[in-house]
């Protein structure tokens, strides 16, 4: 599975941005893909997850009721969309995809066998 980041950019505390990830190769039936991010200084970690298939979305704490993970099944590709963002939100972002997770290993950067390449979201007035 290859994976394709795009979107990140420069947006002011309180705005919106919507990250996409264009998927190709491989199979979609028990795909998990996913949102991961690294702030400067600081260990990657899980921002948004679902099952391609449906079925079920996962977010961190600190994203919940204001990011929303989505995909675009025609397009094949997997969109987060960010609202009400905040300086701590500046981060590279990556998309991530895995076959047959179970729920506990979801937000597991671990549990991810392929990844694309990171969009850098800076939020900063």
């Known amino acids: 599975v290859q994976l394709q980041a795009s979107g990140g950019g420069l947006v002011q505390p309180g705005g919106s941005l919507r990250l996409s990830c264009a998927a190709s190769g491989g199979t979609f039936n028990d795909l998990v893909m996913g949102w991961f991010r690294q702030a400067p200084g600081k260990e990657r970690e899980f921002v948004a997850a679902?099952?391609?298939?449906?079925?079920?979305?996962w977010y961190a704490d600190s994203v919940k009721y204001r990011f929303t993970i989505s995909r675009d099944n025609a397009k094949k590709t997997l969109n987060l969309q960010m609202n009400n963002v905040k300086p701590e939100d500046t981060a590279v972002y990556y998309c991530?995809?895995?076959?047959?997770?179970?729920?506990?290993?979801?937000?597991?950067?671990?549990?991810?066998?392929?990844w694309g390449q990171g969009t850098l979201v800076t939020v900063s007035s």
């Open positions: 991530a995809a895995s076959y047959r997770l179970i729920a506990g290993r979801i937000a597991r950067e671990d549990a991810y066998r392929y």
């Open positions: 679902m099952r391609w298939s449906g079925g079920g979305s």
